[in-house]
């Protein structure tokens, strides 16, 4: 078993949510994902709920695996085709998404702060340009909400699990794009973004949010760890190439 405990509380009520919805999803969903069991209660001076799932073998998926491999780009575009297209609810609080403009303030800010190591007139440009891109407009769809290299398990060289569904949620499907950043090197992307059939407003809002999560973490972490500094400055500079 593997045991989930939210340690801030942006996370709190992942747990419920996941076992009610990962085991109505996962049987339509490549490859595996968590398998919920159960949903632990606050005690010992621990405050929130906390989650039970079965163990999942693999080891987390690394760029220098899996980063020029055009198999995988097509394996992440298939789970999210086949994910997208379960039917989705309506009234969930739970399965909201931040809209991009609600990252407006933390994302300049964070630009503001990086200026002196990347290029903030190029960030800035990318950024209002990803805001002011045609919003989605149709109906709704599944979407993973924390899509990257860190919640992808591989065995063998392959893709074999995507975890940590967390921000599961429905609406725009842009924020998923997020492992193309994290991942993929340009030539797999261009493999990513042609099996998955990504329009240009929902390519241009998932750089921005590429981009915003990854100035977000560099901002926050990247003068103290240095795994942190090296991924997001990946993400942030292949979310300004495109």
Same mark, same amino acid.
């Given at each position: 078993?593997?045991?989930r405990l939210p340690r801030h509380g942006g996370a709190v009520g992942q ?78 609080? #739970?399965?909201? %998404? @931040?809209? =991009? +403009? &609600? ?8 630009? $503001?702060?990086? *200026?002196? !190591? ?86 241009? #809002?998932?750089? %921005? @949010?590429? =981009? +915003? &999560? ?8 990247? $003068?103290?760890? *240095?795994? !942190? ?14």
């Amino acid at each position: 078993m593997s045991v989930r405990l939210p340690r801030h509380g942006g996370a709190v009520g992942q747990a419920e949510k996941n076992l009610f919805w990962l085991p109505r999803l996962a049987p339509q969903l490549p490859p595996a994902v968590p398998s919920p069991v159960a949903v632990g209660r606050p005690a010992l001076g621990y405050p929130w709920s906390w989650g039970v799932a079965r163990w999942l073998d693999g080891e987390v998926a690394t760029v220098a695996g899996l980063g020029d491999s055009r198999e995988t780009a097509r394996t992440l575009a298939a789970f999210l085709r086949a994910l997208q297209a379960i039917p989705t609810v309506t009234g969930d609080p #739970r399965l909201a %998404g @931040r809209p =991009l +403009a &609600g990252r407006d303030a933390d994302t300049r800010a964070a630009i $503001a702060e990086v *200026a002196g !190591v990347f290029d903030a007139r190029a960030m800035t440009a990318l950024w209002e340009a990803a805001l002011h891109a045609p919003a989605w407009d149709r109906p709704p769809v599944w979407f993973h909400g924390d899509f990257h290299t860190g919640n992808l398990l591989t065995r063998g060289g392959r893709l074999s699990a995507v975890i940590d569904f967390g921000g599961l949620g429905a609406g725009d499907p842009a924020g998923d794009l997020t492992v193309a950043f994290t991942l993929l090197s340009a030539g797999a992307r261009a493999v990513f973004r042609d099996a998955l059939g990504v329009d240009d407003a929902t390519w241009l #809002r998932g750089r %921005g @949010r590429a =981009l +915003a &999560g990854g100035l977000n973490a560099y901002a926050s972490y990247g $003068a103290v760890d *240095a795994r !942190v500094a090296a991924q997001t400055t990946r993400q942030i500079t292949a979310a300004l190439a495109g």
